[in-house]
């Protein structure tokens, strides 16, 4: 695979420097219209996992055509608190955008619609693209649905787009068989901005393009408040747990029960292994552990790294006072409880171990960065990845 056969990851020290120097000279040099070509999309599947995913192959897809990638806004959806809508958060607030650059070229769709396009993107030059049977949604079913609900209609109107035209296309994936075709039928002299109402990619990430995560890097500002955050609450050693536990996973997993999903469901490729016919067996527990699972897990991790504290990130109930009585008070048991999904990825992915949900994507995130970084984790009902666990009795 390509991403996986390049050389190792660079040290910490190197990678911050190089990060640096690539940043003076971004500021130094003044945008210019890229004749290659761009790429725009909606990250409009799923909240920050499965945009994370889409995005990773959305930037080997902008690579394989050689167009920069107008890099999207993260979708956060926080209609429980004001101002009860979706939120477009820069990629910059939580990644260094630079960063990207050391893989392909990119520039933030905040800054192509401000600096770029008005003057070679005009509005009644901007059309879009999708794929013929997408169109078939909209009314006069030759139209691409680019703003139809939510959140395609809202992201559009953030960026400030209304498009002028459809071109609508079949018979061609995004993947590389394909890229001859995507260079014929869309050369950037007569299609300068491919705009598509979704992620050029699939769900979950494909394999070969797992290792594009060594671009991801956090920004300086998410690093210094993550670092004082595990600093003022967590004593190290400490083992990081995912519990994706929510009325809606329920729901989810219980599709497991009628055996149509097979071992491949949601984000499971990165524990079971991404070939099918190879692939262990997706199990309940793996999917939603239950408490016992999760003492099980959490009391093998703690002993193995002689843990002094256990941090939860969770979308539902934390089980936090459970696990507390399980350590009485030789470990410390923290659950931040904040509205930032991102402090709690970075939080983990800074643990000495870390025990994820195979099916979620959310830990799927975690999962990489850790990759990249050397540091071990393991899934609950998984101690040891592609190899499911015997129920056995701690």
């Not at 990119?106 to 059309?127: H, I, Y």
């Not at 909209?138 to 953030?158: A, H, V």
């Not at 067996?281 to 793996?286: G, I």
């Not at 003492?295 to 002689?306: C, D, P, Q």
Request: contains cysteine; glycine residues 6%.
């Amino acid at each position: 695979m390509a991403v996986k056969g390049e050389a190792g990851p660079l040290t910490a020290s190197c990678w911050l420097l190089l990060v640096a120097l690539l940043t003076c000279r971004s500021l130094a040099k003044e945008l210019t219209w890229d004749a290659n070509g761009y790429v725009l999309y909606c990250p409009c599947m799923g909240r920050f996992g499965n945009q994370a995913d889409h995005f990773l192959g959305s930037l080997a897809f902008a690579k394989m055509l050689n167009r920069t990638l107008a890099v999207p806004p993260w979708i956060v959806y926080r209609h429980h608190i004001p101002p009860f809508t979706n939120v477009h958060v820069p990629y910059s607030e939580f990644f260094q955008l630079e960063a990207l650059s050391f893989y392909h070229r990119v520039v933030s769709l905040e800054d192509f619609m401000e600096k770029l396009a008005p003057g070679n993107w005009p509005s009644g030059q901007r059309n879009a693209y999708c794929f013929e049977t997408a169109a078939q949604r909209s009314p006069d079913r030759k139209s691409c649905p680019m703003k139809d609900g939510n959140p395609f209609g809202p992201f559009w109107d953030y960026v400030g787009v209304e498009f002028d035209k459809s071109v609508l296309f079949g018979g061609i994936s995004f993947g590389p068989y394909h890229q001859p075709q995507w260079m014929k039928r869309f050369p950037p002299s007569e299609h300068p901005v491919l705009a598509l109402p979704g992620a050029p990619a699939q769900f979950p990430v494909l394999e070969e393009h797992v290792g594009l995560q060594r671009y991801v890097v956090w920004s300086h500002k998410m690093a210094k408040e993550g670092e004082e955050h595990i600093a003022a609450l967590l004593t190290r050693p400490y083992v990081g747990i995912h519990l994706r536990i929510g009325v809606d996973w329920q729901n989810a997993c219980k599709m497991l029960k009628s055996d149509d999903t097979g071992p491949h469901f949601m984000a499971s490729p990165q524990c079971v292994g991404y070939n099918r016919q190879t692939a262990a067996p997706l199990t309940m527990t793996m999917c939603l552990p239950d408490l016992a699972e999760i003492r099980r897990a959490l009391k093998l991790w703690v002993k193995k790294t002689s843990a002094r504290s256990v941090f939860i990130a969770t979308d539902s109930e934390s089980h936090s006072g459970e696990i507390q009585k399980l350590f009485k008070d030789k470990v410390k048991v923290v659950s931040l409880q904040s509205n930032s999904a991102q402090m709690d990825l970075y939080v983990l992915g800074r643990a000495d171990h870390f025990i994820g949900n195979c099916v979620s994507s959310f830990s799927a995130f975690v999962k990489r960065e850790r990759d990249v970084h050397g540091l071990p984790s393991s899934f609950f009902g998984m101690d040891t990845p592609g190899k499911v666990n015997h129920r056995v009795e701690l």
